[in-house]
T-cell receptor, first 113, second 113 residues
């Protein structure tokens, strides 16, 4: 079945540091890929997405590129801020019309001033 | 205006009780979901409804019964609560099948004592 593997957290960085959170997936066919973010005490929000190979999703300084050859969708940001502290979830949805999102286990990011 | 709203935000109850969590979306979406997030932040889909029709049922115990009176509401009723049911439950919605951006509520933290 489809699955998503994310790097284990927690990740602690200083403000303005470079961020990478690794995500790889296993899927049949050509899934859409997503990063969702969960700020403390809130629900998940879509951060960015990519629907086909070599697509780059970007939002709020975050980027991720859909790499079919390595089945990866790593999240990057060049300079993190304290307000980026949250849990980040990589997810995929298949294209079978079931609308099922499969999530990774989440990576908690803490950014210190 | 909250797009996806869940009530209550917190629910503390004794083992063996029956409880309900309500979810409403004002986005005009056709598809709604329930997810369970465990203590390790792992998020897994439980149910999905499209236009009041059950689409996904992920081998959830029969004690969990979703009810969709109309496409703007998807409530979750849980019978005979167990300790292992303690988790955060998230409702989500999306415009429809094959429209795979999902919008999440803020979550309901259920604690079973």
């Amino acid at each position: 079945g489809n699955s998503v593997t994310q790097m284990e957290g927690p990740v602690t960085l200083s403000e303005e540091a470079f961020l990478t959170i690794n995500c790889t997936y296993t899927a049949t066919g050509y899934p859409s890929l997503f990063w969702y973010v969960q700020y403390p005490g809130e629900g998940l929000q879509l951060l960015l997405k990519a629907t086909k190979a070599d697509d780059k999703g970007s939002n709020k300084g975050f980027e991720a590129t859909y790499r079919k050859e390595t089945t990866s969708f790593h999240l990057e940001k060049g300079s993190v801020q304290v307000s980026d502290s949250a849990v980040y979830f990589c997810a995929l949805s298949d294209r079978g019309g079931s609308e099922k999102l499969v999530f990774g286990k989440g990576t908690k990011l803490t950014v210190n001033p | 205006d909250t797009a996806v709203s869940q009530t209550p935000k917190y629910l503390v109850t004794q083992m063996g009780n029956d409880k309900s969590i309500k979810c409403e979306q004002n986005l005009g979406h056709d598809t709604m979901y329930w997810y369970k997030q465990d203590s390790k932040k792992f998020l897994k889909i439980m149910f999905s409804y499209n236009n009041k029709e059950l689409i996904i049922n992920e081998t959830v115990p029969n004690r969990f019964s979703p009810k969709s009176p109309d496409k703007a509401h998807l409530n979750l009723h849980i019978n005979s609560l167990e300790l292992g049911d303690s988790a955060v439950y998230f409702c989500a919605s999306s415009p429809g099948l094959n429209k795979n951006i999902q919008y999440f509520g803020a979550g309901t933290r259920l604690s079973v004592l």
